[in-house]
Nanobody, 125 residues
Framework: QVQLVESGGGLVQAGGSLRLSCAAS????????MGWFRQAPGKEREFVAA????????AYADSVKGRFTISRDIFKNTVFLQMNSLEPEDTAVYYC??????????????????WGQGTQVTVSS
């Protein structure tokens, strides 16, 4: 069993930055893929970024490429999402997720096995 807890969300003005954290417990996440997804009101959950826990294979949604960066602290069993140049369109609940049997960092939420509870990010114009 894996528990994921997100933190770091909040209210920020357009152009600002936030850093989300996802702390994992219950199992060491080596060989897993970690993903970030988001869901805005009335919309489906969408892929944001994903990375193999071992590093070296990262994927980003086109809408965030160049602005967001996924990273991890292996010793703290934590994955991060650094979000820069935030736009009102980035407003959503952000979720982290773990894929226990990844071939590649997947963009499909259906392939992820564990999810956090989400953290709200609101970007004002």
């Amino acid at each position: 069993q894996v528990q994921l807890v997100e933190s770091g969300g909040g209210l920020v003005q357009a152009g600002g930055s936030l850093r989300l954290s996802c702390a994992a417990s219950g199992r060491t996440l080596s060989n897993y893929a970690m993903g970030w997804f988001r869901q805005a009101p009335g919309k489906e959950r969408e892929f944001v970024a994903a990375d193999m826990w071992s590093g070296g294979n990262t994927a980003y949604a086109d809408s965030v490429k160049g602005r967001f960066t996924i990273s991890r602290d292996i010793f703290k069993n934590t994955v991060f999402l650094q979000m820069n140049s935030l736009e009102p369109e980035d407003t959503a609940v952000y979720y982290c997720a773990a894929d226990l049997k990844p071939l590649i960092p997947s963009r499909s939420p259906r392939l992820y096995d564990y999810w956090g509870q989400g953290t709200q990010v609101t970007v004002s114009s």
